[in-house]
């Protein structure tokens, strides 16, 4: 039997601005528990919000970015529920009129396909504060340092069908969030987090029951998290159950998914305008300026990569995606003069050692200028790729930039042709038998036994031996 699968994602984006939504109290991360939150983030008697307006002009940005409507008179609701960490017993929210309305935003899929996925809108809303469970044996901590923390939810229309497609989508928005500035992007830290909703129907049917996984913090959990969520729908409904619409939970290192409780309507959470603020008023003016200061866009980072660089689209595409390794891509290049080769070392060699070690571009040991030096040892003759890889390691190792290492450790390119010439006249003469096997063979076979040779060299000169110069010299000694 097939099934179709309808996603819909809600995004909670965190906006880095220096002071809370409602209150003066500063923003940072690892700070002491309870140490910035102030008497109108506990909602105590007597305080009264005001809105931060660097909030709104950060989601108001959001919104031109994606080309949606902007709301010019937003308005603030409370939305009603009990939660040990959210001490006013309701959150500041946004439902009828949010900063931002209906936008779009297209994604690029594995095969080349473009699609787009639709946003609903996206709201202006404060955060709860933190439960914490790992240190209090029995009990429960409450850290109230992240209430009143201004997020956008960015809600989509239920328009992707599958886990790549979500997952693209969850990609292109953090570069967008980060590459305007609003958020720095770290899912690691629960400034951008995702919550999926999931249902599965036969072709042509209504919408089926939804239900939702909240607060995925990686790309990598929420592809799980999707695919383990539509294998349990199907056995389900294939073992003529039914779907109940509730709250999951996914955990990343068991791979395992709960129901955490039945889901709310908006009815349930007796939403009401808020009292005490204002409605928000966003100007022609106040959108000029914005749209005059808006940083430059993923899509036309890539556009501009494409013909600068005469990157392929693939690469392009990963090298513009995320702001920080466009900026490290960008210096190497300057530095190295070759894209090419910076596109390859990044997405190569740099990323792996990354991926291994978990550590992010931004906290790379080795620098763009150091990449960039690294590259124009290679290109300039000094130094092999072989030798390349261990100049890498060796300033991934802190000992040094790319010339320091080659001269510390003698690791410059053996270019010098009569030292070569004596070297490869010496294999030649050692290995009668693979000569006369070389001679005897046709040019295709000649290309694969030439290596031979060319190891032996590599092995006597500790891999310095000029390549190209190297593979001339044993073609025209060897015939």
Known sequence: MSWEVVIGLEIHVQLNTASKLFSGSKLSTGA?????????????????????????????LFGLAINADICRHSVFERKNYFYPDLPKGYQTTQLDKPVVGAGEVEISLENGAKKTVRIHHAHLEEDAGKSLHEDFHGMTGIDLNRAGTPLIEVVTEPDMSNAE??????RKLHAIVTSIGICDGDMSQGNMRFDVNVSIRKPGDPLGTRTETKNLNSFRFMERAIKLEVERQ??????????????????????????????????????????????????????????????ELPDTRKSRFLADYQLSEYDADLLSGDLATAVFFEAATKAGGDAKLAAN??????????????KSIANSPVTAEQLGQLIAR??????????????????????????????????????????LEKIVDDIIANNGPQVE??????????KKK??????QAMKVTQGKANPQQLNQLLKEKLG
Not at 32 to 60: C, I, Y
Not at 450 to 455: E, L
């Open 165 to 170: 497609e979500a997952v693209a989508f969850a």
């Open 437 to 446: 096997d070389y001679r005897s063979s046709d040019d295709a076979k000649k």
């Open 378 to 419: 290679l290109k300039d003759g000094t130094i092999s790729s072989k030798i390349a890889k261990q100049v890498f390691e060796a300033c991934w190792a802190g000992e040094g930039d790319p010339d320091t290492v080659i001269e510390a450790k003698g690791l410059k390119q053996m270019s010098d042709s009569g030292e």
């Open 32 to 60: 002491e528990p309870n140490t910035q939150a102030s008497l109108v983030d506990l909602g105590m008697p007597g305080t009264l919000p005001v809105v931060n307006r660097e909030a709104v002009r950060k989601a108001a």
């Open 234 to 295: 199907i056995d389900v409904l294939e073992d003529g159950g039914s779907i109940v619409q509730e709250t999951r939970l996914y955990n990343g290192d068991t791979h395992t998914a709960r129901s955490m409780r039945s889901k709310e309507d908006a009815n349930d959470y007796r939403y009401f305008p808020c009292p005490d603020l204002l409605p928000v008023e966003i100007t022609d003016a106040d959108l000029d300026a914005l749209k005059a200061a808006m940083p």
């Open 450 to 455: 030439i290596g031979f040779f060319v190891g």
């Open 345 to 358: 070392w990044v997405m190569g060699e740099l990323a792996a050692k990354l991926n291994a070690e978990e």
